[in-house]
């Protein structure tokens, strides 16, 4: 019963290298989400799919880019990694087909520090 | 857009009292949810509380009950009965219901520590 996966726990990169953060569920679920979440500032949407096919900018979504793979992994790119993008990174997904308003079930967060 | 605000950053309380935890948001929309998320040292996100805006009657799971007002914009929880585990950030959070679409909009947290 794994829920929400994500990969990697922990990265250190160097500014302007490049990395994907992997998310895959096993709930069935058609919607799934990546924020950020930075101290004192909750967490932010950086994008998100609403279905297998589909992806949409969230509040900040400059310097991403993602990838709804299948129904089951949603990946989240950082092209040219930058200082600013230091955070944790969070991974969610909700929505069973055609029941609403259900909660977001989480990943455990990946730790990215960009120096 | 929504917003959420969390006014009290830090709070903390002996064991075994009760604490409310204040969340107030703005929404022009009608049918929406509320949610209180709390996120221990491990960074887990677990959700606490669901609330949904069309019912009058305030969630309750266990220990943990929610005064919405939904007049006032109010989504408050309450913790009765405080134990050790309870120490945690606490979101309030926001969702639209939109097909497809129910991203959530998240307060600043409180992060609440429970004295032994």
């Known amino acids: 019963n794994a829920g929400v996966t994500q990969t990697p726990k922990f990265q250190v990169l160097k500014t302007g290298q490049s990395m994907t953060l992997q998310c895959a569920q096993d709930?069935?679920?058609?919607?799934m989400y990546w924020y950020r979440q930075d101290p004192g500032m909750g967490l932010r949407l950086i994008y998100y799919?609403?279905?297998?096919?589909?992806?949409d900018k969230g509040e900040v979504p400059n310097g991403y880019n993602v990838s709804r793979l299948n129904k089951r992994e949603f990946s989240l790119r950082l092209e040219s990694a930058a200082p600013s993008q230091t955070s944790v990174y969070f991974c969610?997904?909700?929505?069973?087909?055609?029941?609403?308003?259900?909660?977001?079930?989480f990943g455990d967060g990946t730790r990215l520090s960009i120096l | 857009a929504q917003t959420v605000t969390q006014s009290q950053p830090e709070m903390s309380v002996q064991e075994a009292e009760t604490v409310t935890l204040s969340c107030t948001y703005d929404?022009?929309?009608?049918?929406?949810?509320l949610f209180w998320y709390k996120q221990p040292p491990s960074r887990q996100m677990i959700l606490v509380i669901r609330q949904e805006a069309y019912k009058q009657q305030n969630a309750t799971e266990n220990r943990f009950s929610v005064n919405f007002q939904k007049a006032a914009k109010s989504f408050s929880l309450k913790i009765s009965e405080s134990q050790l585990g309870d120490t945690a950030m606490y979101f309030c959070?926001?969702?639209?219901?939109?097909?497809?679409?129910?991203?959530?909009?998240f307060g600043t947290g409180t992060r609440l520590t429970i004295i032994p």
């Open positions: 929404t022009s929309e009608n049918n929406y949810y």
């Open positions: 969610a997904s909700n929505r069973p087909p055609n029941r609403g308003g259900q909660p977001q079930h």
């Open positions: 799919s609403a279905s297998e096919g589909t992806t």
């Open positions: 959070a926001f969702m639209v219901t939109n097909f497809g679409n129910e991203k959530l909009t």
């Open positions: 709930m069935n679920h058609n919607s």
